[in-house]
């Protein structure tokens, strides 16, 4: 079994920062990705960045530019630096992650969940 735990988030105002961190246990053989993703009230839920075993990063169109997606200084961790937040990043964000367990079988898990939001 592989658990995400996740914390870091909390109520900031417009223009703030707020740093999410994640960190995967288990019986992990290899993380390939690892990610947040983010839902909104009444929306769907939507990738916002990723890193890939090889550090390659990727984000929503949205974010690029005031967050940053990095390996934690951990094992099997990963930050999320969120800067210039708006009223919009307000949601639950949900750390993601795939890869390979010692038992060669693959994982595909979810964190629990936290929230961020932006108000004034």
């Known amino acids: 079994q592989v658990q995400l735990v996740e914390s870091g988030g909390g109520l900031v105002q417009p223009g703030g920062s707020l740093r999410l961190s994640c960190a995967a246990s288990?019986?992990?053989?290899?993380?390939?990705?690892m990610g947040w993703y983010r839902q909104a009230p009444g929306k769907q839920r939507e990738m916002v960045a990723s890193?890939?075993?090889?550090?390659?990063?990727n984000y929503l169109d949205s974010v690029e530019g005031r967050f940053t997606i990095a390996r934690g200084n951990a094992e099997n961790t990963v930050d999320l630096q969120m800067n210039s937040l708006k009223f919009e990043d307000t949601a639950v964000y949900y750390c993601h992650a795939e890869g390979l367990q010692r038992n060669l079988r693959r994982f595909d898990v979810w964190g629990q969940g936290t929230l961020v939001t932006v108000s004034s």
């Open positions: 890193i890939s075993s090889g550090g390659k990063p």
């Open positions: 288990g019986s992990i053989c290899r993380i390939s990705v």
